[in-house]
């Protein structure tokens, strides 16, 4: 049993063939998946997503590179969305200086509303974080002083020194098919570290499929076993108590139900 939590399901890649990567991913024992918006939106399709498939449940956010084209009116929907119920999370946020896609102090705007929204609804956020540690924990450590933070960091590529600050504000910390490539030694150092109630597994669909499928495109949950078994040899532990560790903490940290309650559907 192993969970997704993170996929962009209804990218263009990925939708039009999205029942047969769902079928596939149940059948390659993946539970649940956690769909993430990137736009208002895309934010909404990840929702209606949620209600067509069982197993898929919705993030919703403004992903730090398209805060320059949001409107005023797609903040408001983001809002309105998280609000509804029909979200297990904000996200995704954060703060990316690899891209100039949008100006870095609207970035921090839209990542510092994305913060407040989550304390204020009791909903998880998902960061995702480039090439800017130091901004991204500056914010998190303010945000830290005002109230507990609920969260993840997606697709984790920093150094150990990030990863122990961000354990220390209490968030999670979840791993990609990145980890599993042959040069990533060091990302798989900083995953033996991780305690056990703190990590999480992600795809990034249908982006970076893990190794041995690397390269394929695209990526989908079903090749999540592959990080799943990675990360669970890192760790030393048989890969049946990795997948139920990490599927319990995204149970938690999203408040993912055992099964869907009626009418949601
Ligand atoms: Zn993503």
């Not at 990218?11 to 208002?40: F, K, W």
């Not at 450590?141 to 150094?159: K, Y």
């Not at 033996?192 to 982006?207: C, G, H, K, V």
């Amino acid at each position: 049993m192993l969970i997704d939590t993170h996929a962009h399901l209804d990218e263009d890649q990925i939708a039009p063939i999205l029942a047969d990567v769902v079928q596939r991913a149940s059948q390659a024992g993946v539970t649940s998946i956690v769909t993430v918006g990137t736009t208002a939106d895309s934010s909404a399709r990840c929702v209606e997503l949620s209600h067509a498939y069982e197993a898929v449940f919705a993030a919703v956010g403004i992903q730090p590179n398209y805060c320059g084209q949001a409107s005023a009116t797609d903040w408001d929907s983001i809002v309105r969305l998280a609000s509804g119920g029909q979200a297990v999370a904000l996200g995704e946020t954060g703060l990316d200086r690899h891209w100039d896609f949008t100006a870095f102090d609207v970035q921090q705007d839209y990542f510092e509303r994305h913060l407040r929204l989550s304390h204020q609804l009791d909903l998880p956020f998902i960061v995702h974080m480039r090439d800017c540690d130091e901004d991204v924990l500056a914010m998190l450590e303010q945000a830290r002083r005002r109230n507990p933070l609920r969260g993840v960091m997606h697709s984790f590529t920093g150094s150990i020194d990030t990863a122990r600050r961000c354990l220390e504000l209490g968030l999670h910390i979840s791993f990609a098919g990145m980890v599993t490539y042959r040069k990533s030694e060091m990302l798989r150092e900083i995953a033996r570290a991780i305690p056990d109630d703190r990590i999480l597994i992600e795809t990034d669909s249908p982006y970076l499929s893990p190794h041995p499928h690397r390269g394929q495109r695209p990526n989908e949950p079903a090749l999540i076993v592959h990080t799943a078994a990675c990360l669970a040899e890192v760790r030393r532990v048989d890969l049946a108590t990795f997948s139920q560790q990490t599927s319990e903490n995204a149970r938690k940290l999203f408040r993912i139900p055992d099964s869907k309650p009626d009418g949601i559907d």
